[in-house]
């Protein structure tokens, strides 16, 4: 199923729970660089990952981004989840008033530094109908 199906609000379940997909995120590879002879700290960061066999030129975080882009969705329910896209189906939207969904998802958009334009109605439509 394409990711673009995908919008904060867009309901699915879990191992048994159901949330409501509060944001979407990728994988991103980074590395842990000194600045300098005098970046003591880093340098000492570098040696504790290496401690752990890991390559701290060679690390991966998860990072928010558009819903088409995600590999994992966040998700809010009795408690909080990340799940791989791949492991779930959108299942319709949450039944808010549509100015409380626009709204949610604006919020989220500028907490996760996203653009706001693909979390509009366009994409809700091509969901189910919104769930009771």
């Not at 949330?19 to 002879?37: H, K, N, Q």
């Not at 290496?50 to 998700?75: I, M």
């Not at 009795?78 to 492991?87: D, F, H, P, T």
Request: net charge negative.
């Amino acid at each position: 199923m394409p990711n673009d199906t995908w919008t904060v609000g867009t309901l699915f379940s879990h191992e048994g729970a159901r949330f409501r997909a509060t944001g979407f995120l990728r994988v991103e590879s980074y590395a842990i660089t000194c600045d300098g002879p005098d970046d003591i700290v880093t340098g000492i960061l570098r040696e504790l990952i290496v401690e752990e066999g890991k390559d701290p030129d060679n690390l991966k975080r998860l990072v928010y981004c558009a819903p088409e882009e995600a590999t994992v969705v966040s998700g809010r329910g009795v408690c909080g989840c990340l799940v791989r896209l791949s492991e779930v189906t959108p299942e319709g939207i949450v039944g808010w008033p549509e100015d409380i969904l626009a709204e949610d998802r604006t919020r989220a958009a500028r907490k996760h530094g996203v653009p706001a334009n693909h979390l509009g109605p366009d994409i809700v439509a091509r969901l189910s109908p919104p769930c009771p």
